[in-house]
């Protein structure tokens, strides 16, 4: 039983390699499945949170697997790479575990399952952020992977011919003479010789050191930023406890932390390229803030309801997509707009 285990494991993760953008489409096609199963029947958003959660998991498993394959790891710390993957499977999996327990053992189900995920969270945040020094938090922990940049000789339709590219972040495709210090370009990296040149091949710098770049430092205010931005869950539900589920305090609370946060990490200039990516993430994030109770229930629900009733009435053929949207919008806004999600 366990010989053939392991041999469905192996056929997979051939099947993957040989196919990473079959597998993409996959993965694809799982995600629009979620969609469209959305408000079909009275369980569909357990059903389409569950297939979701699935494709997303799909992608990271597969991501890993090219990963590997190629030669490109995720972080060079090992132990700093599995926090980052649990994180990314809680993640993936959070809305899934709340619309679930919320179906079957209802309200208090849901609400010891949301404290539960973010104390969670919270620990393996701190603990990446004290102990390990790694600087901001990023959503998601791992990045989904770039297939045809980052892995462009496994996308290839026969991966057993030709050379291996110049942008393979695992091969060496220049090597310095020790006498006279002249750059040579190697013979695994060398192109078909009708389009050979005597020109160096380009490599993509960014992509090369991704993996070795180190985190900006965080000390004094710009920890204190990223602290209130790492404990605003836990503050939130604090206050939704002590103030109610409606009120605007918690809504108000959870908005200034993350304004606060924002602007502190903003005074900071010493940040790489995917750090300040994740800066202005966040501060688009902000705009949920329009989609969140009680914001939501006194201001912006009316009006995208009205703007979208509008648009179908007017737009031959919207209305297929627009009135299930319409109908299913209250389902969404309570799953996906709670203000202690990312």
């Not at 902000?286 to 006194?298: G, T």
């Not at 009006?303 to 009435?313: A, D, E």
Request: hydrophobic share 40%.
């Amino acid at each position: 039983m366990a010989e053939d285990y392991k041999l469905y494991i192996e056929k997979y993760r051939c099947f993957v390699t040989n196919n990473p953008l079959l597998a993409s489409e996959i993965e694809v096609a799982l995600k629009w499945a979620s969609y469209i199963v959305a408000g079909r029947f009275s369980q569909s958003p357990v059903v389409s949170e569950l297939i979701h959660s699935a494709s997303k998991l799909m992608q990271l498993l597969n991501d890993s697997i090219l990963r590997n394959a190629a030669g490109i790891p995720v972080h060079v710390n090992a132990v700093v790479e599995k926090l980052n993957t649990y994180l990314t499977i809680i993640e993936y999996t959070e809305v899934f575990a709340e619309v679930a327990a919320h179906r079957i053992h209802g309200s208090r189900a849901k609400w010891l399952i949301v404290i539960s995920i973010h104390l969670l969270k919270f620990a393996l945040h701190l603990l990446l952020l004290l102990k390990y020094k790694q600087g901001l938090h990023h959503s998601p922990p791992i990045p989904p992977l770039n297939r045809r940049r980052d892995i462009p000789e496994l996308c290839k339709q026969n991966t057993n011919v030709g050379p291996v590219t110049e942008n393979a972040p695992n091969v060496e495709v220049t090597f310095t003479l020790k006498t006279t210090g002249r750059v040579m370009r190697t013979l695994n990296a060398a192109p078909p010789l009708v389009s050979r040149s005597w020109q160096l091949p380009k490599v993509d710098e960014d992509s090369c050191r991704s993996v070795h770049t180190s985190p900006a430092q965080l000390s004094g205010k710009y920890l204190t930023a990223e602290m209130l931005h790492t404990s605003r869950p836990l503050v939130h539900l604090a206050a939704m406890r002590a103030f109610g589920e409606f009120s605007w305090k918690p809504y108000l609370i959870a908005l200034g932390m993350d304004l606060t946060s924002l602007h502190l990490l903003r005074e900071k200039s010493d940040f790489n390229k995917k750090e300040k990516q994740e800066i202005s993430r966040r501060a688009l994030s902000l705009l949920l803030y329009l989609l969140r109770s009680p914001f939501y229930d006194q201001y912006s629900k009316t009006r995208i309801i009205n703007m979208l009733q509008s648009i179908s009435n007017r737009v031959i053929g919207s209305g297929l997509l627009l009135r299930p949207l319409i109908e299913y919008i209250p389902e969404w806004q309570q799953q996906y707009f709670y203000a202690w999600s990312s």
